[in-house]
């Protein structure tokens, strides 16, 4: 499956741009223009896709512009219409209508206030099956954003270049980078890509972006309830085979590394993706370790020294 | 996988159609009979695939039927189990019965109109079981409605014949027809099928429809922010070799069009579908870039001109 | 995929059955005993799969019961702490608690009666609570009955044996049956196995149940729009190679079949069983055409017609 | 695909531990560090996992704090701002403020109380809004509990080593456990894998942990609607052939379960794990027969003697 979707849909005009093409927080580095906004524009997920602080100010803003409206509507069709109104001023009337529209648009209908006659009748009903539905899709958003599974991935703030032992007692040089989940559930068979894009010359002085998928040393893992340390073996049909720092540097390398996993408790295929620039890359440099048997004979993981890595001479 | 599934099931005798097989749209163009309507009818697919318009009309429609129902047997039980009614003439207590039924439907519950006596309450507490009932699955299917994955696929509006850079420095000539992502979410892992049927001779002077699935120069992205120009390569192998404007015409050619992609955002998996009769599809044409970069360098695509192409000589 | 999951699960033990292995509307015909009631029940699973009728006997009672409960309680607190109950019998005291219950209950609130003091408050706070969470429920499983994918297959009555033509010319004979979608949502991907179970001698005029996966014509469609008929051609390979219809009767012959689909509206996969005895098995039969083009060239099928078959010479 | 996952994620550190891997509920037996609580808590995650006591305590905790919260702020507002009110003392208001607030919570609003006044119509307001909120959320999550696909798979006590009919006539020897489906919900492509990791001399007496997957007789089932006897054989290719119990013993052996099936009612893949340590493998002994054919013809299985074995001589 993974060989199948090799392309990874970047086109050769694309390979051209000289900014990153995916930010480190997984977003493509691309600018879409020329549709009108209601064309691209998908509620749902940008509802689903905002911050929670954004999320309740929509909230609160509809429903205050909603009952807004509603008491205005209200006050139009004249207090007489409704049982209980005490305000003198118009003023004090509107913010009367309006704290009755609340109590119909949540139907907490306190009856303290209430509709008399037709006009104001027919609005009621009307105001309180818009409430209704309006909460049902608010609602409908809030538990969406709780129960969406997003996968967690703590990705090392740096890749390394180290050399490592490769299993056959044979030292090897590989490229690494580490990963870990950050939150508790639990992933299953999660996969691993790495693709290298950076600037080659194709012969009369031209450069152009080229890319290539990287050999892993192990693709994917059943289980992800530990680190894993995701290694690209620098042997010679690696193309990173003899580049040094400099050289990586000047070409303006970019590593595009791409997770799929299952999520056990969402039951749902989850996606992460980052990228390391060629300085996001350190040479001679390992990471240390942070699984250890403790006292009890069980296994520990210090997830806050994922990061870390020292020279190796 | 693709291959596994390839048998369209359009059948020897739906070959035999003059008829369009998939409307543009990418719906069968087919005319199901003998069925009893409930037979075939699915209420879940019905409402949340008619347009917002009519959602709207069938809910508010349902709202007004059955409050007219309950505000009807309320009138009937009489308008002494209503405490608060103070209708003179019959059509004003009907009114306030129908007023006091939306209050119940809703739960808003004002309680300046309310039952008493068994069968006022009775009907009373039926009702508002059933309004939030009611309310639960016309919310759902809003909140379904609201956030059915669908992928938003724009088609360019025609297909073109024309030469293209084969990769390996020799031109070749390809079918071609391009296609972007209207919306702004993630899609992943997207694979195209293009299946050609058009009439054939068979021998002794008879025509059939025949289904050719036609090789593409790539199958799959793994990720689909740009725009994808999907390539068929007509070489000696492709039954479009050496076919003329003219000949595709008369043969009623139809290319039909299969997309696969999982959605990032809904964590599931969709499907687009079009097709291409032969005069949209122009010869001799190629389509004009629609990828650059921008002064930043960030990669730009421009989606208002998917649908643009040119001559080649 | 289909070869990795051949074996049926029937195991040796349950291949000594003489009833049917799997029921007509795909439930398997096995017994399940030993575990208590609360170990294999699955409240979700049974509410989910019970007919409508049930589900509103269920709903109604659960309702009226709650508010008995509720209804008594409150008559026990004593009606003093319900302001505005002016029922003179106990009787009457009790219908109105129940009847305030239900307004609690389900939050309608109108407030004619209210509680007053904090054993009635402390019991309504408590209900209004118990009552938003009841009817959450309730609508989930309402919802979820109505969205739920489930695949309406048409299996015609009986499968048939009949000559077919092989598609190069030869004529064959097949052991065929017809299905088609009952649901006018899309089907998409669907595959079909087809398993014949029999007695067969093993020597020693013992005599016992083996299983035989029976290759097909076509194992899967890309799409089901129209009817399909499964063919499993009885070539020299086949076990049904020269066997009669009274052979097979006699053999106690069941041929399981089970579908595989993915459903467009509900983006789901979805499965399907069924089995045809012996006696369901018409010899020389073939099915009758359904599928034909209309005056406008358009592709028509009838589904009423797909149980039809005809004598062949 | 299986082995495309082989590695389980263990990874070198963890084969040093000394205590069990996997815990017969299948959870991780790993400790997780160095991450503050709230990077690693999942709020859904927490509040779908936990039992339902603990979750109807979460449920009940949050509804009092929440209307001792808006109680206290009415209480501070001053009860003249809310008609109705006709306690005492100060801790009488304050406690038909907490009722108040319930009944707003709730939006049952019976109005016998009802707020007066622009600062206690507004805190109303924002309470029926959050309540509303508040309530989606915990309905929410109790249909996602109820709902939940939960594959409840009954692992047979002990696992067995023992002599078995291969097929062929020729008597082999197995490592065996039994498995079946504790609920009534149909479970379909039922996957195993079975893993055995236990300490081994290295030379120079060192031991280390090593990871076999064992091969199955079986690795699949099409439908798991009987009990699943899983087998290993033990051949000369297996790791097993030759050891002794106390062999097994002294290797720390644990024998890691993997189950992987689709579910039918729920429409979604569903894992269950499990380990067996050696203590837990009983030598010459075979299971007990449980499935049976019924008087009537039909399959019955008896799931309370799924742990049932005997010697075997």
Redesign the interface.
């Known amino acids: 499956m993974a060989r199948?979707?090799?392309?990874?849909?970047?086109?050769t005009?694309?390979a051209?741009?000289?900014?990153r093409?995916l930010n480190r927080d997984g977003s493509?580095?691309?600018?879409?223009?020329?549709?009108a906004f209601f064309?691209?524009?998908?509620?749902?997920?940008y509802l689903?896709?905002i911050s929670w602080w954004q999320f309740c100010v929509w909230?609160?803003g509809t429903?205050v512009a909603m009952?807004a409206l509603f008491g205005g509507v209200y006050y139009l069709i004249g207090t007489n219409s409704l049982?209980g109104i005490d305000g003198q001023t118009p003023f004090e009337q509107y913010?009367e209508c309006f704290?009755f529209s609340?109590?119909?648009f949540?139907?907490?209908?306190?009856?303290?206030v209430?509709?008399?006659g037709?006009l104001a009748?027919?609005v009621?009903?009307l105001e309180?099956?818009t409430?209704?539905?309006s909460?049902?899709?608010?609602?409908?958003l809030?538990?969406?954003r709780?129960?969406r599974?997003v996968a967690r991935i703590i990705f090392s703030r740096h890749a390394v270049v180290a050399p490592y032992n490769g299993g056959d007692g044979n030292a090897k040089t590989g490229f690494m980078f580490r990963i870990a989940n950050?939150?508790?559930?639990?992933l299953?068979?999660?996969e691993a890509?790495l693709t290298l894009v950076w600037l080659e010359d194709v012969g009369g002085g031209r450069r152009t972006r080229q890319f290539h998928e990287l050999e892993l040393e192990?693709?994917?893992?059943?289980?992800?309830?530990?680190?894993?340390t995701v290694v690209h073996p620098i042997d010679s049909t690696s193309p990173l085979f003899g580049v040094t720092k400099e050289q990586l540097d000047a070409s303006e390398a970019e590593f595009l590394i791409?997770l799929k996993a299952?999520d056990?408790?969402?039951?749902?295929?989850?996606?992460s993706r980052t990228s390391y620039k060629a300085h996001e890359v350190v040479f001679d440099h390992k990471f240390k370790?942070i699984?250890?048997?403790?006292k009890?004979?069980?296994?520990?993981?210090?997830?806050?020294?994922i990061h870390d890595h020292e020279r190796v001479s």
Do not use: C
């Not at 064309?39 to 997920?45: D, I, K, L, V, W």
């Not at 192990?218 to 894993?228: D, G, N």
């Not at 009890?296 to 020294?305: A, P, Q, R």
């Open positions: 199948q979707f090799q392309d990874l849909g970047f086109g005009k694309a051209e741009a000289q900014a093409l493509f580095n691309i600018r879409r223009k020329g549709l064309e691209s524009f998908s509620g749902y997920h689903i896709s909230i609160l429903y009952n049982a913010i704290f609340t109590q119909t949540t139907t907490v209908g306190f009856g303290r209430a509709p008399v037709n009748n027919t009621s009903a309180s099956m409430g209704l539905l909460f049902a899709l608010a609602t409908g809030l538990y969406g709780f129960s599974p950050q939150r508790s559930n639990q299953i068979e999660i890509t192990r693709k994917s893992l059943k289980f992800f309830h530990l680190s894993w791409i299952f056990d408790t969402f039951s749902q295929t989850v996606y370790g699984i250890r048997t403790g009890d004979g069980v296994t520990e993981i210090e997830l806050d020294k």
